[in-house]
């Protein structure tokens, strides 16, 4: 399977703090995307991440990408309550629109 | 969620009946997507169309039909629904102007077999 892995699973931090996910995958891309979910709702893109780009920025969301490793992370800095979501990495099969989700992290911003 | 519907929203049916839901979309985006969602699963595609009349499988399309008669339509039946197919469905689209890559979730409808 070409599924993306997140790591951790589970993730919980206090409001202010910068929370990092990483996502792991198995073949080669052309790119790589996150999505958040909220409880009860359908999946919003955040970002999207092409191969040949390694690093990119949205607001307070910070996207790496390193394609040696087959790997990506997300970083939210200066989280707050309202980031508390799953999220997930997808990658596509090289150029067809499809994407494989992973399981997702669950974020938790305490107060 | 603006541009994408799904219904019903909430479905609870009996073992073997068929069910269908509906995924309309307003964006005249050319892909449209069938997703379930599982606990330690995260999505899986069951079906996808790239466009009208044109649809392929994904990874869990065992037990599911769909049918795109028209752009902003896209159907996924469950011939005679099972135990293992509760779940929540998820509808997407991508496709828009340009060559895009990002997908836009409907809201999702929460099925359940008894």
């Known amino acids: 399977s070409q599924q993306g892995e997140e790591d951790p699973q589970a993730l919980s931090i206090q409001e202010g703090e910068n929370a990092t996910m990483n996502c792991s995958y198995k073949?080669?891309?052309?790119?790589l995307q996150w999505y958040r979910q909220n409880s009860g709702r359908g999946l919003v893109h955040l970002i999207l991440?092409?191969?040949?780009?390694r690093e990119k920025h949205s607001g307070r969301l910070r996207v790496t990408l390193d394609t040696s490793k087959k790997s990506s992370s997300l970083l939210i800095t200066a989280s707050r309550a309202a980031d508390t979501a799953s999220y997930f990495c997808?990658?596509?099969?090289?150029?067809?629109?499809?994407?494989?989700f992973g399981q997702g992290t669950r974020l938790t911003i305490n107060p | 969620d603006a541009g994408i519907t799904q219904s019903p929203r909430h479905k609870v049916t009996e073992t073997g009946t068929p069910v269908t839901l509906r995924c309309h979309q307003t964006?005249?985006?050319?892909?449209m997507y069938w997703y379930r969602q599982d606990p330690g699963h995260g999505l899986r595609l069951i079906h996808y169309?790239?466009?009208?009349?044109?649809?392929d499988k994904g990874e869990v399309s065992d037990g599911y039909s769909v049918s795109r008669s028209k752009t902003e339509d896209f159907l996924l039946t469950l011939e005679s629904a099972t135990s293992s197919q509760t779940s929540v469905y998820f509808c997407?689209?991508?496709?828009?102007?340009?060559?895009?890559?990002?997908?836009?979730f409907g809201p999702g409808t929460r099925l359940t077999v008894t």
């Open positions: 997808a990658t596509d099969f090289q150029g067809a629109q499809k994407l494989v």
């Open positions: 997407a689209i991508s496709g828009g102007a340009g060559v895009t890559y990002e997908q836009y």
């Open positions: 169309s790239y466009g009208v009349k044109d649809t």
């Open positions: 964006e005249n985006h050319r892909y």
């Open positions: 073949t080669s891309i052309n790119n």
């Open positions: 991440i092409r191969s040949n780009e």
